[in-house]
């Protein structure tokens, strides 16, 4: 497989010499360098290495150039390359041109030429891009043969993208290859998906702990205790994960599909402190991923908690496997997750053309088709506007009259500029229809109802949290949110110690929640980090008393 590409766009020859020298000095060993002195140039060359199925590592491009603009360029170059980086080069502080970039091309970053030398502006910028870039490939040569339109299908690929393992993906009915395959495998078309793994061993319709098993990462824990033993690793649980380690705690994270949790579907996270160009919620998990696991921590994925028990003073967690791990002290991160949509019709059709989240995937899979997202907060708008990059038409659906209350400020602003994207105020779904995979919707505005011709539905409706597993021991609120610290009251029901529960602990000492799990949380991702941290110095507390 080729070195993956850096390419270098500037009109102005000597600078563009310049540029290239820097990356040569740095990146020539693992990467193959290219330049261009005009966007048309730069799109060519793109062309031939999407014709030989090179990868594309990051775009770096100036922004005034005659003929087109580098805002232009790399919009044009995302449709190519939509997981090549982008950075932006201006020769002053172009305000203009940064907001531009950052909302028609979706960049990562700008920079101010020169930046003499490259060590101090130019390498930090792009050595963060690019390992966030490379993708963690615990096999290289992954294939998941399926039915585009099979639930099953798209649970695995959904599992697959969503920790950030690359693979490639061969649909039955349109891949030739596909077939050829499973003739050889000797594989039913009607027991898919498969998985192909690297040394050709073939997984016939797996579960996800075999793909995950098989494909490298850790589903089990490796000791019976830990100090800090974390479920869920959403923003909230991969924080205190970061921390626990950090600070010396055997700390253990249980995610039951996929780091990230909601935020990690999230195609642009534009309001997180110090990201002043955003980054995705993908990007968020890699790096907070990886920093857990530098200090030590494990991540088990997939690890599904169904219970719970005392055992004083500690806590066993039971898995779906049958396992248990006991815990000095327990961190409940489940978060929450959107409300399934209950109309005839979209049960059937979940993972048809009807998702409960957005992710690449599925934007690929719907291609010039007819999208609508039905909700009102930040996750749907996010939703429509990375969906609009690839679909002909996204309508957003809302029961309310207007975005203003739900949604925040600079997204509204997002979707009203997008010529591709509607919002039906006063709308909701009625029905789902279709057989095999979802063909149209039953509208519902006032007392009168309608059908529209629809490819896929993505719901971003209420939120309920995850917290079936603690049933009978920790105290939850009348929606199933954690009840933490001054809100269970001066004196707690049953509690058994002589001093008060500590801010974000539960009903049962030891145990805390943090994130959108927890009733009265911020519902906002620097709230859910830094409740995270919250968490394990009053676990630290908590220990030195025993």
């Not at 793109?46 to 805002?71: I, K, N, T, Y």
């Not at 007819?370 to 309508?395: D, E, H, I, K, Y």
């Amino acid at each position: 497989m080729s070195k993956p590409a850096l390419l270098a766009v500037d009109d102005d020859e000597p600078v563009l010499s310049a540029v290239e020298r820097d990356l040569r000095a740095r990146y020539a060993e693992h990467y193959q360098i290219y330049t261009a002195t005009s966007g048309e140039q730069a799109l060519d060359l793109l062309r031939r290495l999407r014709l030989r199925e090179d990868p594309v590592a990051l775009l770096l491009v100036d922004q005034r150039m005659p003929g087109m603009s580098g805002v232009e360029l790399l919009s044009a170059a995302r449709r190519m390359y939509p997981d090549a980086k982008r950075v932006l080069l201006t020769a002053y502080a172009d305000t203009d041109a940064a907001i531009k970039a950052i909302n028609d091309a979706d960049v990562q970053h700008y920079l101010l030429k020169p930046w003499d030398p490259p060590e101090d502006r130019l390498y930090p910028v792009l050595d963060d891009l690019l390992q966030t870039w490379r993708q963690p490939a615990p096999v290289a040569n992954l294939r998941v043969i399926g039915d585009r339109w099979s639930p099953d299908s798209h649970e695995v690929r959904e599992f697959l993208a969503r920790n950030l393992v690359p693979y490639r993906w061969l649909d039955v009915e349109t891949d030739a290859a596909a077939r050829e395959l499973l003739e050889v495998a000797q594989v039913d078309a009607g027991r898919l998906p498969a998985v192909v793994l690297d040394d050709g061993e073939v997984l016939v319709h797996p579960d996800l702990h075999e793909v995950a098993a098989r494909i490298g990462l850790r589903v089990r824990a490796e000791r019976a205790a830990y100090d800090l033993v974390v479920v869920g690793a959403g923003p909230a649980g991969l924080a205190a994960g970061v921390y626990g380690a950090s600070e010396g705690l055997s700390t253990l994270l249980l995610e039951c599909n996929a780091p990230g949790g909601q935020a990690g579907t999230s195609s642009r996270i534009e309001n997180y402190l110090g990201f002043p160009v955003g980054l995705s919620g993908a990007d968020l998990t890699l790096r907070a991923r990886e920093q857990a696991v530098r200090f030590g921590a494990e991540l088990l994925v997939p690890a599904e908690v169904v219970g719970v028990r005392r055992v004083d003073p500690y806590t066993v967690v039971r898995l779906a496997d049958g396992t248990e791990v006991t815990a000095s002290t327990l961190l409940v991160a489940t978060g929450v997750r959107y409300r399934t949509l209950d109309v005839p019709g979209a049960a059937g059709l979940t993972g048809a053309g009807v998702y409960y989240g957005a992710g690449r995937a599925e934007g690929v899979d719907h291609e010039g088709g007819r999208v609508f997202v039905v909700g009102g907060g930040n996750s749907a708008g996010q939703a429509a506007l990375f969906l609009s990059q690839f679909a002909a038409s996204v309508t957003v659906l809302i029961r309310g009259q207007d975005l203003a209350a739900t949604m925040s400020r600079y997204l509204v602003d997002r979707l009203e500029a997008s010529e591709k994207i509607t919002v039906e105020p006063g709308t909701e779904v009625a029905g789902a229809l279709g057989t095999r995979r979802l063909e149209g919707l039953r509208l519902r505005s006032g007392t009168e109802e309608r059908e529209v011709a629809a490819d896929a539905l993505f719901v971003f409706i209420g939120q309920a949290p995850r917290t079936g597993w603690l049933d009978g021991v920790v105290r939850r609120d009348e929606r199933g949110f954690v009840v933490t610290g001054l809100d269970l009251g001066p004196t707690p029901p049953d509690w058994p110690l002589s001093v008060p529960p500590l801010p974000l602990e539960t009903s049962v000492p030891g145990v805390f929640a943090a994130g959108d799990v927890r009733h009265g949380a911020g519902m906002r991702i620097a709230a859910a980090v830094g409740e995270g941290a919250m968490a394990v110095r009053f676990a630290h507390q908590r220990l030195a008393v025993r």
